[in-house]
């Protein structure tokens, strides 16, 4: 974002970046829906501020594709079909699954057991019955992910996964929530997990890239 505003003036800059966040933070835990209409008037508003950081924030958030903006018409958050889910989620394997080739090797054992103690966590509590937000789960699932991504060699990569990166959380969280079943989910990441402590490349490809497309699944059903 900061290239998108360079030469804005510093307060405006400032403001800009409070809108940014607050509509990005509604769009990604879906108070704003998928075709939802995006006031100007009223976001300023409820912000206590004017237009210009709004319509300065509402177009790096459809640069970044959380939002669509039709001339004449309005401005809405992006509605997808489910062509499109599979399209992203198709992508986003791809690009994971190309990660993985070099941040196997970069991963460690520590960070992996970090992650797996948060997962095993939660698979005992789901195992006493207790409730289990789907909120911790979208960030758990954000945690594993975006450390195959930062561990690889691939910078071109990873600045690829960052441009869409709000659109991966949103779906994250999207899928964590269609799925429903939250043991289900916490035993898939188990698995990677496992799998990648045993470095086998050939065993974690196909399970990482049916992991990711599954969330399609999840996100396509409700779309």
Same mark, same amino acid.
């Given at each position: 974002?900061?290239?998108?505003?360079?030469?804005?003036?510093?307060?405006?800059?400032?403001?800009? *970046?409070?809108? #940014?966040?607050?509509?990005? *933070?509604?769009?990604?835990?879906?108070?704003?829906?998928?075709?939802?209409?995006?006031?100007?008037?009223?976001?300023?508003?409820?912000?206590?501020?004017?237009?210009?950081?709004?319509?300065?924030?509402?177009?790096?958030?459809?640069?970044?594709?959380?939002?669509?903006?039709?001339?004449?018409?309005?401005?809405?958050?992006?509605?997808?079909?489910?062509?499109?889910? #599979?399209?992203?989620? %198709?992508?986003?394997?791809?690009? %994971?699954?190309?990660?993985?080739?070099?941040?196997?090797?970069?991963?460690?054992?520590?960070?992996?057991?970090?992650?797996?103690? %948060?997962?095993?966590?939660?698979?005992?509590?789901?195992? @006493?019955?207790?409730?289990?937000?789907?909120?911790l789960i979208a960030e758990l699932d954000r945690k594993l992910h975006m450390l195959i991504?930062?561990?690889?060699?691939?910078? #071109?990569?990873?600045?690829?996964?960052?441009?869409?990166?709000?659109?991966?959380?949103?779906? @994250?969280?999207?899928?964590?929530?269609?799925?429903?079943?939250?043991?289900?989910?916490?035993?898939?990441?188990?698995?990677?997990?496992?799998?990648?402590?045993?470095?086998?490349? %050939?065993?974690?490809?196909?399970?990482?890239?049916?992991?990711?497309r599954k969330g399609a699944d999840n996100v396509a059903r409700n779309a």
């Amino acid at each position: 974002m900061t290239k998108i505003l360079a030469g804005k003036d510093p307060k405006i800059k400032n403001l800009t *970046n409070v809108a #940014y966040e607050t509509i990005k *933070n509604s769009i990604v835990n879906n108070d704003l829906k998928p075709g939802d209409h995006l006031s100007e008037h009223m976001i300023a508003a409820s912000l206590g501020m004017s237009r210009t950081p709004i319509r300065e924030a509402l177009k790096v958030l459809a640069n970044e594709g959380l939002v669509e903006i039709h001339n004449g018409v309005g401005i809405f958050v992006k509605h997808m079909t489910a062509k499109e889910i #599979y399209e992203f989620f %198709e992508v986003r394997a791809a690009l %994971e699954c190309a990660a993985l080739h070099t941040s196997l090797k970069n991963i460690t054992d520590h960070e992996i057991e970090q992650i797996e103690q %948060e997962w095993l966590s939660l698979r005992d509590k789901a195992d @006493q019955g207790q409730r289990i937000d789907f909120d911790l789960i979208a960030e758990l699932d954000r945690k594993l992910h975006m450390l195959i991504v930062n561990k690889c060699n691939n910078e #071109y990569l990873k600045s690829i996964i960052n441009g869409i990166r709000q659109s991966i959380f949103r779906y @994250q969280r999207l899928s964590a929530q269609a799925l429903g079943n939250e043991k289900e989910s916490i035993n898939q990441h188990l698995e990677i997990l496992s799998l990648l402590k045993e470095r086998n490349m %050939e065993k974690i490809l196909p399970v990482l890239d049916d992991h990711i497309r599954k969330g399609a699944d999840n996100v396509a059903r409700n779309a």
